[in-house]
C-alpha cells in the first residue's frame, strides 16, 4: 500500500504577504502553517515584515499594562496550567481579597512607573455579586483618584448584568483568555467549558466593556490547534490580545514542560500580529523566560507588555522593562514627543520613583532583592536557571512590588 506523504509547504514570502494583509487581505490557514514553519534563519526576516504591520497601526509606542492580583490562590478550578488550580502544590501567596484602598495603592505605583491600564484580577471560577460589588468599589476609587487610567477587570466568568455593572463603575475592558484551541480544550480543565468563556467574552462586549482575550502557548498544542486559537480571537474580534508563554510551575500538571524556543515565540507573535493586524498584541506572562535575550526584538511585533510583576511570579524589573522600551527605540505609549534620551531619563526615574514607595508595613524589603535583582527568568538572584520564581513583594505581602 502506497503511504501517503505531507504536501510540501511553500515558503511564503512574508512582505508581499504583509502587503497584501495592509491591503485588507485575512491571512488564510494555509499561510499560517507557512509563518509557523518559517526556518529559524528566516525568522527575524519574518519578524522585520510583521513589524510594519506593527508600526502602522501603532507606530513606535508600547502600551504599558500592570497587574493588581486581588485575590490569590483558592481556586476550585483545575486548570493545568495555572500555579493557583484545586491541588495545587506550588507554594504561592495565598490570601482572599485586597481592601479597596490596597488594591488601589498597589494600581498607583504601577502607574507612577508609566502604566495606562490596569488589570484588576482575581482568581476563581467567576464572582459573586458581592464581590462585583467591591470590584466596582475599587474601580471607582481608581478612576477618581487616575481618571487617565484605563481599568480591565479579569474576574473569570461572567453572570446576567455582571458585565453591565462593571462598565457602569467605569470599568473600560474585561479579560478572559480562549487560552488554547477548543479541540484542546478538555484537556486542559475540565471543570468549565471553552464554550463558557466565550460566552463571558460576548457579555463584555454586548456590555461596552473592551474585549480582551488571549492564549497561552508551549501547553502541548499542536501547530493545526495554535492556529484554531489565533482564528477563534480573530473571530472573536478581541480588542487586545495577550500572549502568555507557558511557566510550567513546580506542583501543577504541566511542571517540566518545555516546548518552546524564543524564534519560536517570535513566530507565535508574528502568526497572530498578521492574523489581526490593528490589535494591541501583549506580550505576557513568561517572556522573560522563553524569548530571553529576543524580548526587545518581540516589540517589532508586540505593541504591549506588562510591567514588572504577574499573578504569582516574579517578573524581569520593572526599571529594564522601561530601559529596554527606550533602548529599542520605543516609547511608552501616553509619552510620545520627548527626545529618546529625556524618554529612557523620565522612565528611569518614574521605575525608581514607584519602587521607593512606603508599604502598609512602612518600607520594609527584608529579601534584601525585592525591587532590583530577581526576575521571572530565574530561579532567584544569580542562579541563572530558566524556571518560574513564585512572586514575595507587592500585593498580599508587606514588600515594596516590582513596579
Not at 507606530?59 to 483545575?78: F, I, M, Q, W
Not at 473600560?172 to 480544550?185: F, K, M, P, Q, V
Request: hydrophobic fraction near 40%.
Amino acid at each position: 500500500m502506497a503511504t501517503m506523504t505531507a504536501p510540501k509547504r511553500i515558503p511564503v514570502d512574508p512582505f508581499a504577504l504583509v502587503s497584501r494583509i495592509s491591503a485588507g487581505h485575512r491571512l488564510t490557514v494555509a499561510e499560517a502553517h507557512m509563518i509557523i514553519s518559517t526556518s529559524d534563519e528566516q525568522t527575524l526576516t519574518l519578524v522585520s515584515a510583521a513589524g510594519l504591520l506593527r508600526r502602522k497601526h501603532f507606530a513606535n509606542t508600547v502600551k504599558v499594562n500592570y497587574l493588581v492580583n486581588l485575590k490569590s490562590g483558592l481556586c476550585p478550578e483545575d486548570c493545568t496550567y495555572c500555579s493557583q488550580r484545586l491541588g495545587s502544590k506550588a507554594e504561592i501567596l495565598k490570601y482572599t481579597w485586597l481592601k479597596p484602598e490596597e488594591a488601589v495603592r498597589q494600581a498607583g505605583l504601577g502607574i507612577a512607573g508609566g502604566a495606562s491600564r490596569v488589570c484588576l484580577v482575581a482568581s476563581g471560577k467567576g464572582p459573586s455579586d458581592r464581590d462585583v460589588n467591591r470590584v466596582s468599589t475599587m474601580i471607582d476609587q481608581l478612576k477618581t483618584e487616575h481618571p487617565q487610567i484605563e481599568v480591565c477587570a479579569c474576574l473569570g466568568i461572567l453572570k446576567d448584568g455582571q458585565a453591565a455593572q462593571l462598565r457602569s463603575a467605569g470599568a473600560d475592558a474585561y479579560n478572559h483568555n480562549l487560552n488554547t484551541a477548543e479541540s484542546l480544550y478538555p484537556q486542559i480543565c475540565s471543570t468549565h467549558s471553552y464554550q463558557e468563556r466565550v460566552e463571558t467574552v460576548e457579555q463584555a462586549k454586548t456590555a461596552g466593556l473592551s474585549p480582551c482575550s488571549g492564549l497561552i502557548v508551549g501547553m502541548g498544542e499542536s501547530t493545526d490547534q495554535l492556529i484554531e486559537a489565533v482564528f477563534a480571537l480573530r473571530a472573536l474580534n478581541s480588542d487586545s490580545i495577550p500572549v502568555n508563554f507557558l511557566m510550567p510551575f513546580d506542583g501543577t500538571p504541566l511542571e517540566g514542560t518545555w516546548n518552546l524556543s524564543p524564534l519560536a515565540c517570535l513566530r507565535i507573535l508574528a502568526l497572530v500580529r498578521l492574523a489581526c493586524p490593528d490589535k494591541e498584541l501583549r506580550i505576557a506572562g513568561g517572556r522573560e523566560m522563553h524569548l530571553r535575550s529576543m524580548q526587545a526584538t518581540a516589540l517589532e511585533v508586540a505593541n504591549s507588555i506588562f510591567l514588572g510583576d504577574y499573578l504569582t511570579s516574579e517578573g524581569q524589573d520593572a526599571r529594564t522593562d522601561l530601559a529596554m522600551i527606550a533602548d529599542a527605540g520605543f516609547v511608552v505609549l501616553g509619552q510620545e514627543g520627548q527626545d529618546s534620551a529625556q524618554i529612557a531619563q523620565a522612565l528611569h526615574e518614574a521605575a525608581d520613583h514607584a519602587s521607593r514607595q512606603p508599604s502598609d508595613a512602612g518600607n520594609a524589603n527584608s529579601s534584601g532583592c525585592a525591587g532590583s535583582c530577581c526576575s521571572g527568568a530565574t530561579a532567584g538572584c544569580g542562579t541563572g536557571k530558566a524556571e518560574p520564581v513564585l512572586r514575595r513583594r507587592g500585593a498580599g505581602t508587606p514588600e515594596i512590588p516590582n513596579a
